[in-house]
Nanobody
Framework: QVQVAESGGGSVQAGGSLRLSCAAP????????MGWYRQAPGRQREVVAR????????YYVDSVKGRFTISRDNAKNTVYLQMNSLKQEDTAVYYC????????WGQGTQVTVSS
């Protein structure tokens, strides 16, 4: 399976911002609905946001609406997640994948939000 590569995580205080990036294989990326997922300790992996192949239609889980923005650059085979007004409950490992999780999961990028 082809793997993705996430980056951009880190440790921030509540209210701060981070921008995550994910590079995916071009053969799949341009046609795929891409999503950002996260998994907090002891919890199941959940979808946070997703974006259509053309970048027009987006979806956000209620808990991040108004704070997170997903975008993509098809020329660079990269999907982004701009995270603003971060909260402690956003602490998790963040992953990207297609909507149907067709790609091998990468190592993810850790986001830690402190009070």
């Amino acid at each position: 399976q082809v793997q993705v590569a996430e980056s951009g995580g880190g440790s921030v205080q509540a209210g701060g911002s981070l921008r995550l990036s994910c590079a995916a294989p071009g053969s799949i990326f341009s046609r795929a609905i891409m999503g950002w997922y996260r998994q907090a300790p002891g919890r199941q992996r959940e979808v946070v946001a997703r974006i259509s192949s053309g970048g027009i239609t987006n979806y956000y889980v209620d808990s991040v609406k108004g704070r997170f923005t997903i975008s993509r650059d098809n020329a660079k085979n990269t999907v982004y997640l701009q995270m603003n007004s971060l909260k402690q409950e956003d602490t998790a490992v963040y992953y990207c994948n297609t909507l149907d999780r067709a790609l091998a999961w990468g190592q993810g990028t850790q986001v830690t939000v402190s009070s």
